[in-house]
């Protein structure tokens, strides 16, 4: 089959190389995928350059690729909540990454219906960006009526976490480029600040939450107009202390992540609040309770441009650039 290689890490980017490998083999608790269409992210760049290898130390050659949408070819002998025939999508686990590829072998506890109303397209939108923003939620633990600012919220990511927290009943507040403004109002913010024409430092104040998407150049900011007490999740920030002791890691990365991490804690202890790293995981029951709510709510995701798998290097280069309105999808197969 076709995937999609990364031969080693390089810290400026490098092309993937598009290569014949063998099919996957599937065990008990497996299915075997075809695959119709992939995600493209900001965390395929941040593997290619080696960003992630202290979380996830992946040894090359290595298939590319966090998230899918496909249809069930094969199911292992223990698998019992999918049939052949069935289109599903999920976020990959994070040992064993590879959706832009033919073929992907995947855990049944990784994955979920599609909902019925999303193309394949606007499926492969939603596994690892709404994962992420859901178990950002888990974290926060919000009540309806209080408020959250979403830094950078016009991305792909933005995409998934304001209807979410519009399920939640939160009042939303985001930031970035006036040209996104419709759009992301459409999905349900309730105030857009144009960052060239307003610094939102200076006039927000007391917000329950922050879901931040810039890292470290705005954390500062963000945490100056966070209330006393309250929480800040990053997805773009350093991890911490407790990142990695929610994350299971052995004491030694416990430790140096708590160094690592350490000046982003100092700035919430200032005000008694909590700075929260997040690295998002495979979770098929997350995946369906995501998938209940968008059927309930019929919520729309973003498509912003389709590549085949042989133009995965212009989709990772658009994608690198930063300038997606909505998600980066490679089309595989129909």
């Known amino acids: 089959m076709k995937a999609c290689v990364l031969n080693g890490?390089?810290?400026?980017?490098?092309?993937?190389?598009?290569?014949?490998?063998?099919?996957?083999?599937?065990g008990n608790n497996d299915v075997l995928v075809k695959t119709r269409t992939a995600g493209v992210n900001p965390l395929d760049n941040m593997i290619i350059h080696g960003d992630v290898k202290l979380i996830v130390p992946y040894k090359t050659p290595l298939v590319m690729g966090n998230e899918f949408t496909?249809?069930?070819?094969?199911?292992?002998?223990?698998v019992t909540r999918f049939k052949v025939g069935d289109r599903v999508?999920?976020?990959?686990?994070l040992r064993k990454i590879g959706t832009f590829a033919e073929f992907i072998a995947i855990e049944q506890d990784s994955i979920a219906i599609v909902p019925e109303y999303l193309s394949d397209e606007e499926a492969s939108c939603v596994p690892l960006t709404a994962l992420t923003a859901f178990q950002a939620f888990e974290i926060m633990r919000p009540k309806a009526g209080e408020t959250i600012f979403i830094s950078g919220g016009t991305g792909s990511l933005g995409a998934m976490a304001i209807p979410l927290a519009k399920s939640f009943g939160l009042s939303v507040i985001t930031n970035g480029n006036a040209e996104n403004r419709d759009r992301v109002i459409?999905?349900?913010?309730?105030?857009?600040i144009d960052y060239k024409t307003e610094d939102y430092s200076k006039s927000l104040h007391d917000v329950d939450y922050v879901l931040d998407t810039l890292g470290d150049r705005e954390l500062a900011k963000e945490f100056s107009i966070l209330k006393q007490g309250g929480k800040l999740v990053s997805l773009k920030g350093l991890p911490n202390g407790?990142?990695?002791?929610?994350?299971?890691?052995p004491f030694v990365k416990r430790m140096l992540f708590g160094m690592v991490g350490r000046k982003y804690d100092k700035m919430a202890d200032k005000k008694n609040q909590s700075y929260h790293f997040i690295f998002v995981h495979e979770d098929g029951k997350g995946l369906e309770t995501i998938s209940k709510?968008?059927?309930?709510?019929?919520?729309?995701?973003?498509v912003d441009e389709v590549f085949s798998l042989d133009d995965v290097n212009k989709a990772l280069e658009k994608v690198a650039n930063g300038k997606s309105k909505g998600k980066t999808i490679i089309r595989i197969s129909k």
Do not use: C, H, W
């Open 9 to 26: 890490y390089d810290k400026k980017g490098r092309s993937l190389e598009i290569v014949n490998v063998q099919k996957p083999e599937i």
């Open 70 to 78: 496909g249809v069930i070819e094969k199911v292992g002998k223990s």
């Open 89 to 93: 999508y999920g976020r990959m686990p």
């Open 186 to 192: 459409e999905l349900g913010v309730d105030r857009f």
């Open 242 to 249: 407790e990142f990695a002791s929610r994350f299971g890691m």
């Open 293 to 302: 709510l968008f059927t309930e709510k019929k919520i729309k995701v973003s």
